[in-house]
T-cell receptor
């Protein structure tokens, strides 16, 4: 079974801190995604990646950046965390047209 | 622009009642349709994919291209069906677009 692992389940950070969220998948998937999940807003795509060192902006990229140096790892970076970035962050991966496999999520609180 | 609408934020039914979770989409071309589900304290997972025509946990979904809808149905709801459900069309770029989700609560 595909495993998508997010390094932290809960994170608490202060406003202005640089935050790294890590995601690793073990099935050699080409495509990886970062979403944020907020009540009433569903899942909104932040960034995605088709391949190593490739990245594309999603619907809400402002305030975020990503890094994909290795195929299995996709990192989300908050350059200067703000309170409106408090959210559940979900990483996902897939191959081609197939279904998404999700990580268990990171609940980030920015104080 | 691609758009997915799940009009019900919350759907509350009693055990044994029929359930229909609505999904309407606006997409160029012919997207592939998915439903994902998130049970309490579990990760999001695939519930149903139109192309495979599988019925998972008793759920089915019919694609109506004329109305651009992909409503999820189950004839007799169970308490364990209580969860958050997301409709997610996927176009030629293979990037899914998610609806805002419907929270289904099934009362005993």
């Amino acid at each position: 079974d595909v495993k998508v692992t997010q390094s932290s389940r809960y994170l608490v950070k202060r406003t202005g801190e640089k935050v790294f969220l890590e995601c690793v998948q073990d099935m050699d998937h080409e495509n990886m995604f970062w979403y944020r999940q907020d009540p009433g807003l569903g899942l909104r795509l932040i960034y995605f990646s088709y391949d190593v060192k490739m990245k594309e902006k999603g619907d809400i990229p402002e305030g975020y950046s990503v890094s994909r140096e290795k195929k299995e790892r996709f990192s989300l970076i908050l350059e200067s965390a703000s309170t409106n970035q408090t959210s559940m962050y979900l990483c996902a991966s897939k191959q081609g047209s197939e279904k998404l496999f999700f990580g268990s999520g990171t609940q980030l609180s920015v104080l | 622009a691609q758009r997915v609408t799940q009009p019900e934020k919350l759907l509350s039914v009693f055990k044994g009642a029929p359930v229909e979770l609505k999904c309407n989409y606006s997409y160029s071309g012919s997207p592939e349709l998915f439903w994902y589900v998130q049970y309490s304290r579990q990760r999001l997972q695939l519930l149903l994919r139109h192309i495979s025509r599988e019925s998972i946990k008793g759920f089915t979904a019919d694609l109506n291209k004329g109305e651009t809808s992909f409503h999820l149905k189950k004839p007799f709801a169970q308490e364990e069906d209580s969860a958050m459900y997301y409709c997610a069309p996927q176009g030629g770029s293979y990037i899914p677009t998610f609806g805002r989700g419907t929270s289904l609560i099934v009362h005993p």
